[in-house]
């Protein structure tokens, strides 16, 4: 399945892309709906994302019904896909990414926090912060998990995962250097574009096979394939897992390839005006404009 957020008058509303264009749950269902009004919803209550899997396979490959239901895209106003709990960010976890930064592989993952507080949906603005001249682009594979898990081991992590989407893990460099942490760097607000979709885990069975892009302007600055991250999707939910109990909700954005602005020659920061896209083949296309504060 392919879920979104779609603002109507009554609120953000859970809704699913189809061949035919989107179905927004509440459409077929109306008031006395056993489905999750909200894609948070459907995530964080236990059982509520197997409904809808349900939903979907009973009804939504008839085609008289998505005749009567489904709406064009264009015409939807997408919204950010819910609030995460936690946002677990992973530095240095593409060879040539750690290469372009001089820095050694590391021995195991790096994992630091992203405040959810800069979560944003597609097309939303990011926001260049006035103290900050060195706003960079990463465009990243993150994870979305659909259960409880702690301890779980590498062979059974897919199996806590709802599903997956992009994410921009827009970062202040100097920020970054001057902190000695990550934290304030990655964390302004609106420096977390995520979306526009969650694809769930059954249409992502091997998710170390996707070809990965962040375009600045049309142009094509980070281009690579998730098979190359150090630390893999499975091994990442285990490591977090040993020590912190992951929720449903949860995110965990899995680290950015090559190509990331300070490492070019000359650098290539964002400026007011210019259009990022994170694009994750079988994910979807994340597109945020900049501008500036």
Same mark, same amino acid.
């Given at each position: 399945?392919?879920?979104?957020?779609?603002?109507?008058?009554?609120?953000?509303?859970?809704?699913?892309?189809?061949?035919?264009?989107?179905?927004?749950?509440?459409?077929?269902?109306?008031?006395?709906?056993?489905?999750?009004?909200?894609?948070?919803?459907?995530?964080?209550?236990?059982?509520?994302?197997?409904?809808?899997?349900?939903?979907?396979?009973?009804?939504?490959?008839?085609?008289?019904?998505?005749?009567?239901?489904?709406? #064009?895209?264009?015409?939807?106003?997408?919204? #950010?896909?819910?609030?995460?709990?936690?946002?677990?960010?992973?530095?240095?976890?593409?060879?040539?990414?750690?290469?372009? @930064?001089?820095?050694?592989?590391?021995?195991?993952?790096?994992?630091?926090?992203?405040?959810?507080?800069?979560?944003?949906?597609?097309?939303?603005?990011?926001?260049?912060?006035?103290? +900050?001249?060195?706003?960079?682009?990463?465009?990243?594979?993150?994870?979305?998990?659909?259960?409880?898990?702690?301890?779980?081991?590498?062979?059974?992590?897919?199996?806590?995962?709802?599903?997956?989407?992009?994410?921009?893990?827009?970062?202040?460099?100097?920020?970054?250097?001057?902190?000695?942490?990550?934290?304030?760097?990655?964390?302004?607000?609106?420096?977390?574009?995520?979306?526009?979709?969650?694809? +769930? @885990?059954?249409?992502?069975?091997?998710?170390?096979?996707?070809?990965?892009?962040?375009?600045?302007?049309?142009?094509?600055?980070?281009?690579?394939?998730?098979?190359?991250?150090?630390?893999?999707?499975?091994?990442?939910?285990?490591?977090?897992?040993?020590?912190? +109990?992951?929720?449903?909700?949860?995110?965990?954005?899995?680290?950015?390839?090559?190509?990331?602005?300070?490492?070019?020659?000359?650098?290539?920061?964002?400026?007011?005006?210019?259009?990022?896209?994170?694009?994750?083949?079988?994910?979807?296309?994340?597109?945020?404009?900049?501008?500036?504060?």
């Amino acid at each position: 399945m392919i879920l979104l957020t779609a603002i109507t008058p009554s609120g953000p509303r859970l809704a699913i892309k189809t061949s035919a264009g989107i179905v927004i749950l509440e459409k077929p269902q109306g008031k006395k709906s056993s489905l999750p009004v909200t894609l948070e919803e459907a995530l964080f209550v236990p059982g509520a994302l197997d409904r809808v899997r349900t939903f979907f396979h009973e009804n939504l490959k008839d085609s008289a019904k998505l005749r009567e239901w489904a709406t #064009p895209e264009e015409k939807i106003h997408l919204g #950010p896909l819910f609030r995460p709990r936690n946002v677990l960010c992973i530095g240095l976890n593409y060879k040539d990414h750690a290469a372009e @930064g001089g820095v050694p592989l590391p021995e195991k993952p790096v994992v630091f926090a992203k405040l959810t507080g800069c979560i944003t949906g597609p097309d939303d603005a990011i926001v260049l912060p006035p103290d +900050t001249k060195e706003v960079d682009y990463e465009a990243e594979l993150a994870v979305v998990m659909g259960r409880r898990c702690r301890g779980v081991s590498t062979s059974d992590a897919l199996d806590y995962v709802a599903g997956y989407t992009c994410l921009n893990d827009v970062s202040a460099r100097d920020f970054q250097r001057g902190d000695g942490q990550w934290v304030r760097a990655k964390s302004q607000d609106t420096f977390g574009p995520m979306g526009p979709y969650l694809v +769930t @885990g059954e249409d992502i069975p091997d998710p170390q096979t996707l070809p990965i892009r962040c375009l600045v302007n049309g142009t094509t600055l980070q281009d690579s394939n998730t098979e190359k991250m150090i630390f893999g999707v499975r091994e990442l939910i285990a490591f977090i897992s040993r020590g912190i +109990t992951l929720e449903p909700g949860d995110v965990i954005s899995t680290g950015t390839p090559h190509g990331v602005g300070f490492a070019r020659k000359p650098p290539i920061f964002l400026k007011g005006g210019d259009e990022v896209v994170v694009e994750i083949e079988g994910i979807g296309r994340l597109s945020n404009p900049v501008k500036e504060a």
